[in-house]
């Protein structure tokens, strides 16, 4: 219990620091609420994030930015850049850092398609984030394994996490769906063939029931008939 009480305590003291903004404790106050919001208590860290929206925003931003530059550890590094692009969307020396790293070449796919993802979710929009996710669909199948992906799963599953990053940052442009198309024409895997046309109920319903509508009218096995049904079934869903 003792440290339930402690975090309302801060909560509490959250809550009046816009009217006692001169308080010596704002700060430590801040600082501790910054510290509550990257807990790996999910209850904590909601709570705290909701505080520090309703906060006195300028000292929240700075005492976020003064941490990013004196923490070493990358992940941690990347929670308070997200918690900064959180508070104040667009914050540059949030998105820099996501630069920065997106830079290295040393970066799995993964890596790669998360760090994609949380830099468009501090910068909506941002055409780096974008561009990065649309080169890990724009790969060959043929140069998978020179030197970029370890195997084909891997290169597989890249491809299915761009397309999650891409429904989570973007609406679906035009580039986004021709690239998607493009994957949905090349791949010779029925899971990454669904994933794409799963990715239209968000971008393009009607683009999917176009899709899938010729192919269920063709389709002579069971498997596949049932494959698509299930498909229509859920892109054609109100």
């Known amino acids: 219990w003792g440290d339930f009480y402690k975090y309302q ?3 509490l003291a959250a809550s ?11 700060n430590e106050i801040v600082k501790n609420l910054i510290d509550m919001s990257l807990n790996y208590d999910l209850n ?6 909701l505080m520090l929206i309703e906060t ?5 931003v700075k005492t976020l930015s003064n941490l990013l530059d004196v923490t070493d550890k990358i992940q941690t590094k990347r929670r308070i850049a997200k918690e900064l692009g959180r508070v104040e969307p667009r914050n540059q020396k949030a ?8 830079d290295k070449n040393d970066l799995d796919p993964f890596e790669r398609s998360d760090l994609a993802k949380e830099l468009g979710e501090v910068d909506p929009g941002n055409l780096r984030a974008l561009s990065t996710l649309l080169e890990m ?8 394994l020179c030197g970029v992906h370890d195997s084909i799963e891997t290169f597989e599953f890249s491809i299915l996490s761009a397309i999650t990053a891409l429904e989570e940052i973007s609406d679906g442009n035009q580039e986004i769906i021709n690239t998607l198309i493009d994957v949905l024409n090349k791949s010779e895997i ?3 063939k669904d994933r794409v046309i799963l990715s239209f109920k968000k971008f393009n319903p009607f683009l999917a029931v176009c899709i899938l509508n010729p192919a269920f009218a ?7 008939y049932l494959r698509i049904a299930r498909l229509l079934g859920m892109v054609d869903s109100h």
Do not use: H, P, Q, W
């Not at 009046?16 to 704002?26: D, L, P, Q, V, Y």
């Not at 904590?44 to 994030?49: E, G, L």
């Open 9 to 11: 305590a801060y909560f």
């Open 190 to 192: 029925s899971y990454i």
């Open 44 to 49: 904590i860290s909601k709570k705290a994030k």
């Open 137 to 144: 669909l724009n790969i060959n199948k043929e140069n998978a």
């Open 218 to 224: 063709k389709v002579e096995d069971d498997n596949n």
């Open 95 to 102: 998105i820099f850092l996501f630069y920065d790293l997106l």
């Open 16 to 26: 009046g620091i816009t009217e006692f903004r001169t308080s010596s404790k704002a």
């Open 56 to 60: 006195e925003r300028e000292r929240v």
